[in-house]
C-alpha cells in the first residue's frame, strides 16, 4: 500500500521511492518462479504450489478458518446485560403535598446485571462446532486431492500431446518426400495424377492433426499455468514425455478397496464429521424444549424516605420462557434431513470409490493388454521398416516402399502413445480413488473431534 498523501494533496516522495523497489521485486519474484520439466516429477514441490495458489483451494481454507472461528464463538459465554434505571419521577402534585425538591427527595435510581444461563445446550453447541470445523478442513483436504490428480492429468496431456507432435512431425516429414516422389512419378506418367491428388489430402490431414496436437500442447500448458500459477514449459523431448507417462501409468497401486482407503480419503473424512456435526444438532435441537434461564441482580437506591421507602435495596430476579410454541421442533427438521443426506452421501462416495478403483484396475489390465499386442505389432513394423530399407539398398525396394514402411511404424508409434495415456490416466483414478497423494508443508491433518 503507498503512503497516504500529505495536507497538500502530493504524497511523500521519499517513501514512494522506498516501497517502489520492494513492490517490483515481490511482484518479479512471482512472475520469474517457472516450473522446469524436473519439477514434474516433484509431485511434493507441485502438491505445495498447488496448497498456496489455487483459487478453490484458498477459498476452501479460508472456509476452513471461518469454521474454526466459530468453534472459538461456541466456548463463549453470552454478554451480560446492564440495566440502569430512573423511576418513581414525580409529575403533578405530590405526595405528602408541598414536599421541597420533589425531583430530589422521590425518584429511586436502580442498576441491575443480567446474564443468560444455558442449560444442557452448550456442550452439543461446541461439539457441532468442532465437528463442522474438522468437515471444513477435510473438505479443503479432498478439493485439493481434486485439483492435484487435475493437474497430473493436465500434464498428462502435456506429455502425450508433445509426443504426438514430434510422432506427426516425423510423419508430415515422410509424407512431404513420398508426395514429392509421386509427383515425380505422375510427371514421368509411372501413376495417375488421381494418386498424387489422394497423397495430397492425406498430406494436408497429417499436417492438421499435428497443427491439432501443437495446439492442444499449448491449451495443456496453459490450464497447468492456471493452477500454478507458474509458466509450465514441455518435456523437451519425446522421449521423456514418454518416460513420464511410462512412469505414471505403470506405478503399483492397490486393485480393492480397503479400509486404509476410507480412512485416507478426505471427502469420507468431511462427511464423518458432516455425520457427527448433524448428530449433535439433533442433540442440540431436541435440547430446545429445556428452558435457559435468566438471572438478574439489581440494586436500588430510593430517595423517597418521607414515604416510608427503603433507602437502598438489592433485588434478584430470574426470567425464564415457556418452550411451549417453538421447543425446536424447526431445528430439529433441518439437523434431521442434514443427518440423512450426510450419511446418503457418505455411503453412496464409498460405494463410487470402490467401483472406481475396480474398474480402474480392470482398465489397467485391458490397456496393458492392448499395449502387448501394441508391442508384437510394433516390433513386426520396426522389421519390415528394417528389411525394406535394406532391400532399397539393394535395389530390391523403391524409395515409396521405405517410405511407406516408415509411415506404419510411425502409425504404431502414434497408437502406442494414446495408449501409454491410456495407462497413465487409468493410474490416476486409481490413486484418485485410493486417495494416494503428497500433503503440503501445512496441510492440516485430521484431527479427533470431541
Known amino acids: 500500500?503507498?503512503?497516504?498523501?500529505?495536507?497538500?494533496?502530493?504524497?511523500?516522495?521519499?517513501?514512494?521511492?522506498?516501497?517502489?523497489?520492494?513492490?517490483?521485486?515481490?511482484?518479479?519474484?512471482?512472475?520469474?518462479?517457472?516450473?522446469?520439466?524436473?519439477?514434474?516429477?516433484d509431485e511434493a514441490r507441485l502438491a505445495q504450489l498447488i496448497w498456496d495458489r489455487a483459487p478453490e483451494v484458498l477459498e476452501a481454507r479460508q472456509q476452513s478458518q471461518v469454521a474454526a472461528s466459530e468453534v472459538t464463538r461456541a466456548h463463549l459465554y453470552p454478554n451480560p446485560q446492564l440495566d440502569l434505571g430512573w423511576g418513581t419521577i414525580p409529575v403533578g402534585r405530590t405526595n405528602p403535598a408541598n414536599l421541597s425538591d420533589p425531583v430530589g427527595n422521590i425518584p429511586n435510581y436502580s442498576v441491575g446485571l443480567s446474564?443468560?444461563?444455558?442449560?444442557?445446550?452448550?456442550?452439543?453447541?461446541?461439539?457441532?462446532?468442532?465437528?463442522?470445523?474438522?468437515a471444513a478442513s477435510a473438505q479443503a483436504r479432498a478439493?485439493?486431492?481434486?485439483?492435484?490428480?487435475?493437474?497430473?492429468?493436465?500434464?498428462?496431456h502435456i506429455a502425450m500431446n508433445e509426443e504426438r507432435a514430434a510422432m506427426l512431425d516425423h510423419e508430415v516429414g515422410e509424407g512431404d518426400r513420398l508426395l514429392n516422389l509421386d509427383r515425380a512419378r505422375a510427371d514421368k506418367g509411372e501413376i495417375a495424377r488421381m494418386s498424387v491428388d489422394r497423397s495430397e489430402a492425406e498430406q494436408l490431414r497429417l499436417i492438421a492433426e499435428r497443427d491439432e496436437a501443437r495446439t492442444e500442447l499449448e491449451s495443456a500448458r496453459a490450464d497447468c499455468a492456471t493452477v500454478l500459477a507458474a509458466t509450465c514449459p514441455?518435456?523437451?523431448?519425446?522421449?521423456?514425455?514418454?518416460?513420464y507417462l511410462d512412469r505414471g501409468g505403470n506405478t503399483s497401486l492397490p486393485a480393492e478397496w480397503s479400509t486404509d482407503i476410507a480412512a485416507r480419503r478426505p471427502d469420507l473424512a468431511a462427511l464423518d464429521a458432516a455425520l457427527q456435526a448433524a448428530d449433535e444438532r439433533v442433540t442440540l435441537a431436541k435440547r430446545q424444549a429445556i428452558p435457559?434461564?435468566?438471572?438478574?441482580?439489581?440494586?436500588?437506591?430510593?430517595?423517597?424516605?418521607?414515604?416510608?421507602?427503603?433507602?437502598q435495596s438489592l433485588g434478584l430476579g430470574v426470567?425464564?420462557?415457556l418452550p411451549i410454541a417453538d421447543h425446536g421442533q424447526a431445528d430439529l427438521e433441518a439437523a434431521s434431513a442434514a443427518l440423512t443426506r450426510a450419511r446418503r452421501a457418505r455411503d453412496a462416495l464409498t460405494n463410487s470409490g470402490r467401483l472406481t478403483l475396480e474398474a480402474s484396475s480392470r482398465r489397467r489390465a485391458l490397456v496393458r493388454?492392448?499395449?502387448?499386442?501394441?508391442?508384437?505389432?510394433?516390433?513386426?513394423a520396426d522389421v519390415m521398416r528394417s528389411n525394406t530399407e535394406g532391400a532399397a539398398r539393394e535395389g530390391g525396394a523403391s524409395q515409396v516402399d521405405v517410405l511407406l514402411a516408415r509411415r506404419r511404424y510411425q502409425e504404431v508409434l502414434l497408437q502406442r502413445t494414446q495408449l501409454d495415456f491410456d495407462?497413465?490416466?487409468?493410474?490416476?483414478?486409481?490413486?484418485?480413488?485410493?486417495?494416494?497423494?503428497?500433503?503440503?508443508?501445512?496441510?492440516?491433518?485430521?484431527?479427533?473431534?470431541?
Open 1 to 41: 500500500m503507498l503512503p497516504s498523501p500529505t495536507r497538500s494533496g502530493r504524497p511523500p516522495l521519499l517513501p514512494i521511492l522506498i516501497s517502489l523497489p520492494l513492490i517490483a521485486i515481490g511482484q518479479a519474484a512471482w512472475a520469474d518462479e517457472a516450473l522446469s520439466p524436473a519439477d514434474y516429477q
Open 115 to 134: 446474564e443468560l444461563f444455558e442449560l444442557a445446550k452448550r456442550g452439543p453447541r461446541q461439539n457441532a462446532a468442532a465437528a463442522e470445523r474438522e
Open 143 to 156: 478439493i485439493f486431492a481434486d485439483k492435484f490428480f487435475d493437474l497430473l492429468t493436465t500434464i498428462g
Open 234 to 243: 514441455a518435456f523437451g523431448s519425446e522421449e521423456a514425455a514418454r518416460a
Open 292 to 311: 435457559d434461564l435468566t438471572v438478574r441482580f439489581g440494586y436500588t437506591y430510593d430517595t423517597f424516605v418521607a414515604s416510608g421507602a427503603q433507602r
Open 319 to 321: 426470567q425464564m420462557p
Open 369 to 380: 493388454d492392448r499395449l502387448t499386442q501394441l508391442q508384437t505389432a510394433g516390433e513386426k
Open 423 to 450: 495407462l497413465y490416466d487409468a493410474a490416476l483414478d486409481a490413486r484418485r480413488a485410493a486417495a494416494l497423494f503428497p500433503t503440503p508443508a501445512d496441510f492440516p491433518q485430521e484431527a479427533s473431534v470431541p
